[in-house]
């Protein structure tokens, strides 16, 4: 058994990309070893910004002897074609052996494949995922052709045993393999051999490099708590932030610095953006006036100095970054407070689309939808309005034009300095949501309706200029504003119909409807029907990932008012609910039994079967129950299914599955008495009619 | 090397000049053409094509009309100093190259933090593109440090290593001025001392008005499409001129048309006029301009063509 370690060192790493290396790594060198009969026992990837390394233990010295059996031709086949086999297996006619078989008497040549010495597949399994890295963007550089992140310098490559280190020997492009590499580039450059993993991370840490980039997280985010809690501050977590940091370092050192007093009056995002985005600083927020007063960066070196100067210098650039944030702050709330006219006449000017018109335009139809969509859910329509022509304004502001992520945010702040109702500024930032899904969704009556105007109009325009998403592209985020809708409406249990709002959607991109007059001019009910069964798929996603199966789905989407996207919900959380139960389950069975054979049976007689049973031709017991049990049942679910009471609706036809299977048990169909065979399929056909009252159950799988 | 920090704006970019010199770089001048940025200059763009080696290092004034201040804001200037490094091949040791340079201006390696930050460069005008980083000190980004993989539409090989130091941040850094008007421009002990603001704080005020609100727009619109037109014109002539019976492809007036429209761009960018529609393609106008450029370079000597046997 030997280990292994690699190391592939280079100049700076991007961030972002060091993780994913890393398992890439591991990935393409383990498979490639073992696919060349080198197993091991276990392998760990690590990275910093200047090295990829890879540990593996418990390897194979070298791949098995493999031994395989060929079949070759029969043994009195003519010479040549012996000859032949025996070329292209490389053997003589001694190697051969004869044996019966089935057919005959058949030549087998035995090849046995002697195993690699582990070095051999190494060098060449590492050599391959060099040049086949698949790095999310990679360069040339100098005279070479390599490819790399950055300029690859080194590859050590060795493999260890009780008995020493061993260079695995490797020639990439003129980068020669060995067993050295280099501490952290200002604090120990000098280089030095290793012998081992263990060796390796022992001597890197002294060689002031932390090796594994949680360790690293873990060290900055207790320092950074650690050293906040000792002023009575708290850090302002961001995971993906500190992801980043660690990735920027190999020698973290975490340092305190205080935000001047002038920039504590900005909004609290502001500074954190402004912070993260440009400086990659963690915010510290005084939790008794949740305002962020100090910072936390993270350099890569201790100094003689304990970092006075690098904390110095970055407090300079930081107060050169917020002065423009404060320059923007101040000037836009200038215009805020003169009411915004400057922002809305620019949008005019800023294209949303080239064929959907200017941002002003979308504004104008996204008002004209939240003021028609505003009764429906509970808002004031002429708040829905305001809030609706105010929502983009902020995307004129120079701080959204600096951080175009504080889009809307900077619009509730603006909307609020300008002296506007409340809920008008909170529409502004909530109009987006949801961008995620697991984003939380609007919840005031104006922000749901502005939200929803905003995302009707661009489904019903970018349908109307035939810019669909396809397959995996999707660039205006079509998919996601389609779930918004779904989200909105059914979180908020907003009941309405799709079909009406986003007809008006239509309509005011110049869609044209003639759905009384003409059947040739259909456009406009084409767009409607494709872009709901659009919205139907996203909704199949989104209950699919609530446990809902898509033939429930399928059984609902199948009822009418299918877009009352809410209804459609609720009707399939019942239904999924009821064929959690013992008796939904069977129930469907039963329903599936008498629906095939009415179908079959009116088929055969080219009658339909709805005249009404009557419970005088029945003959049995179980065929009476059936009558009382339908009876029953009707009279609960139709009053139900009018007050949208899926639940009870469902419930209530559950309750059908004894009757109709002891009806089933006990009771011929087809009875030689034609009164009597024509009322059992009168029978069920009222079973049909009232199962297919609460949702399309020929839908529903098994 | 000079281990003393640097008193002065210019002694910073002598001791830049002298670094570079010594470790081979050709000491250019500034081109005597309004660019955005040093990337600009032929030694760059253009020097950057073709399989000849190159090594050279310039200052380039470089203007943003944009980012015009007035001359208020600490570090925004709409006319400012780019310092540009250009080596073909990129050599091995360019990082430690690059260091160099910081210790030869005075930053003291074993008190400050120096770090290589993921930037990838794209230049839309110049259809260019490199990866690389912007290099931070303490949190402030002193230099921009790009392989570049491909020039106006063709891949760089060798490849190149740019180096671009935004001096004025730079300096006030090393100098420890808080505001670049205040920064001494030569020995501030010199019998008549200039601090940056003396030179530059009037011709500040005076670009940011004329850039923002008083440009003929008209004019500067017209002047574009002269450009463009003049570029495309010059290259359409036969490689062979008639009248000296050489080879004579005129690249570089060509060149500096495509650097006159992309100026005018910008200007025209900074009052305002360009919506973000036609701003797309206006950069796409440009963009063919670099493009022609470049294809007309490759098939110059300076830019790796080889005039076949008489």
């Known amino acids: ?702 | 090397m000079n281990s003393t920090t640097p008193r002065s704006f210019q002694e910073i970019i002598l001791r830049l000049q002298a670094y570079w010199a010594s470790k081979g770089c050709a000491i250019l001048q500034p081109y005597d053409m309004e660019v955005g940025a040093g990337t600009f200059h032929p030694a760059t763009t253009l020097r950057s094509l073709g399989s000849n080696p190159w090594a050279a290092a310039y200052v380039q004034p470089s203007r943003r009309p944009t980012d015009g201040r007035y001359g208020e804001n600490p570090n925004r200037l709409q006319h400012y100093y780019q310092y540009q490094v250009l080596i073909k091949p990129s050599p091995p040791e360019l990082q430690a190259l690059y260091l160099g340079s910081l210790e030869a201006i005075g930053v003291d390696m074993d008190l400050h933090d120096i770090r290589f930050v993921e930037d990838d460069w794209e230049s839309p005008t110049l259809g260019a593109w490199g990866l690389g980083w912007e290099v931070w000190c303490d949190g402030m980004e002193v230099s921009q440090f790009t392989y570049f993989q491909q020039v106006g539409g063709h891949d760089c090989t060798p490849v190149s290593g740019e180096l671009t130091y935004g001096l004025e941040r730079l300096a006030m850094y090393i100098l420890e001025c808080d505001h670049v008007m205040d920064m001494p421009f030569n020995d501030p002990d010199a019998t008549i001392p200039l601090k940056y603001g003396d030179i530059f704080k009037q011709t500040e005020e005076e670009y940011a008005r004329w850039n923002f609100d008083v440009a003929n727009t008209d004019v500067l619109l017209r002047h574009f499409v002269e450009a463009e037109a003049e570029c495309e014109a010059i290259l359409s002539h036969a490689f062979d001129d008639p009248k000296t019976g050489k080879r004579i492809i005129m690249v570089h007036p060509a060149y500096d048309q495509a650097i006159k429209a992309s100026h005018i761009f910008n200007l025209l960018d900074a009052r305002g006029v360009i919506s973000v529609t036609e701003r797309q393609a206006y950069i796409g106008r440009v963009r063919t301009l670099s493009k022609q450029c470049a294809d007309a370079f490759v098939q110059t000597r300076a830019g790796g063509y080889i005039e076949a046997a008489e």
């Open chain 1, 1 to 702: 058994m030997t280990d292994l370690l690699i190391e592939l060192f280079s100049e700076e790493i991007p961030a972002r990309m060091q993780l994913r290396a890393a398992n890439d790594l591991k990935k393409l060198v383990t498979d490639g070893m073992v696919e060349a009969g080198l197993t091991y026992a276990s392998a760990a990837a690590f990275s910093t910004p200047r090295r990829l390394t890879l540990t593996v233990e418990g390897m194979l010295d070298a791949s098995p002897t493999t031994t395989e059996e060929r079949k070759g031709p029969k043994a009195d086949a003519p010479e040549k074609a012996i000859d032949g086999f025996l070329r292209g297996a490389g053997l003589t006619r001694d190697d051969l052996i004869e044996r019966e078989t089935l057919k005959g008497n058949i030549l087998f040549a035995k090849i046995t494949k002697p195993g690699r010495p582990a070095a051999d597949i190494v060098a060449e399994v590492l050599e391959k995922t060099i040049r086949t890295f698949p790095w999310p963007k990679s360069m040339r550089w100098g005279n070479g052709t390599l490819k790399w992140v950055r300029p690859l310098h080194s590859i050590l490559c060795i493999t260890s045993a009780e008995d020493g280190a061993t260079i695995v020997p490797l020639d990439v492009d003129g980068i020669i393999s060995g067993d050295q590499t280099q501490g952290h580039r200002f604090l120990s450059p000098t280089a030095f051999s290793v012998t081992s993993f263990d060796d390796y991370t022992t001597k890197l840490k002294s060689a002031h490099v932390v090796l594994d980039p949680q360790e690293r997280a873990d060290a900055i985010w207790h320092d950074a708590t650690t050293q906040a809690f000792a002023n009575g501050l708290e850090v302002v977590e961001d995971a993906g932030l500190l992801a980043e940091v660690a990735g920027l370092v190999e020698w973290p050192v975490v340092l305190m610095g205080t935000i001047d007093e002038d920039f504590l009056g900005l909004p609290p995002e502001v500074l954190q953006t402004s912070m993260r985005e440009h400086q990659k600083f963690f915010s510290v927020r005084n939790p008794k006036t949740g305002r962020i007063e100090q910072f936390i960066t993270v350099a890569n070196r201790t100094t003689a100095d304990n970092g006075a100067t690098i904390l110095a210098g970055n407090q300079k650039v930081l107060s050169a970054r917020l002065a423009d944030a404060k320059f923007f702050w101040e000037n836009d709330l200038r215009v805020a407070k003169a009411g915004m006219d400057e922002w809305l006449k620019s949008l005019e000017n800023v294209t949303f689309h080239n064929k959907l018109g200017t941002q002003a335009e979308l504004v104008n139809r996204m008002a004209t939808l939240a003021r028609e969509l505003a009764p429906a859910v509970g808002a004031d329509p002429e708040m829905a309005e305001k809030a609706a022509r105010l929502a983009k304004a902020d995307l004129s502001s120079e701080m959204v034009y600096e951080f175009p992520e504080l889009q809307g945010l900077m619009g509730r702040y603006y909307i609020e300095a300008s002296g506007e109702d409340a809920a008008i500024a909170s529409a502004a930032e909530e109009h987006y949501a949801p961008l995620g899904p697991s984003d939380d969704v609007p919840t005031a009556p104006v922000s749901v309706a502005v939200s929803l105007a905003e995302k009707i109009d661009k489904l019903t325009g970018f349908w109307a200029i035939d810019e669909k998403p396809t397959g995996s592209k999707d660039p205006f985020a079509l998919r996601r504003a389609a779930l918004g809708i779904i989200r909105i409406l059914v979180e908020n249990n907003q009941s309405s119909s799709l079909f009406a709002s986003a007809r008006k959607g239509f309509e005011a991109h110049g869609v044209e409807f003639f759905d009384e007059r003409d059947d040739d001019d259909y456009t406009g009910m084409e767009f409607l029907a494709n872009l709901l069964s659009f919205i139907h798929d996203r909704l199949k996603v989104y209950l699919k990932d609530q446990g809902i199966r898509h033939d429930i789905i399928d059984a609902c989407i199948a009822m009418p008012n299918n877009d009352d996207i809410n209804l459609l919900v609720k009707r399939a959380r019942a239904l999924s609910e009821t064929l959690k139960t013992d008796d939904g389950e069977n129930l469907i069975q039963g329903f599936k039994r008498a629906n095939k054979m009415l179908s079959a049976e009116e088929e055969k007689d080219g009658v339909e079967y709805s005249y009404g049973a009557d419970i005088k031709f029945a003959e049995t017991d179980e065929e009476r129950s059936l009558f009382a049990a339908l009876d029953t049942a009707e009279a609960e679910i139709k009053p139900a299914m009018d007050a949208q009471d899926f639940a009870t609706a469902m419930s209530a036809m559950a309750t059908l599955r004894a009757p109709i299977d002891a009806f089933f048990e006990a009771v011929q169909i087809n009875s030689d008495n034609p009164t009597v065979r024509r009322n059992r399929l009168n029978l069920l056909s009222r079973i049909r009619t009232i199962c297919s009252s609460v949702a399309d159950l020929t839908k529903i799988e098994g």
